[in-house]
């Protein structure tokens, strides 16, 4: 059962609180949010989703992105 904590302890208490746990916000005792850390495959779909859109901002193609790699690998060719 996720544990109920006022707006304004989960305002002081965020950093602490997100991505750690499921809570309950309440606002003057009545539940008015759920906050819920995303599971590792979100996390990481939403990390490559990121990287994606910066290679894609910086203009480079696969063939770029996968040269890029093997260098990094210390496998250029």
Do not use: C
């Not at 750690?20 to 759920?34: C, F, K, L, S, Y």
């Amino acid at each position: 059962m996720p544990r109920l904590i006022s707006v304004r302890d989960f305002r002081q208490r965020m950093k602490e609180i997100l991505g750690n746990e499921e809570v309950i916000v309440t606002r003057d005792g009545v539940p008015v949010a759920r906050v819920v850390p995303l599971d590792p495959v979100e996390r990481f779909a939403m990390f490559l989703e990121g990287v994606r859109k910066s290679f894609e901002e910086a203009g480079l193609d696969d063939a770029e992105i996968q040269a890029m790699y093997r260098k990094a690998r210390g496998k250029a060719s």
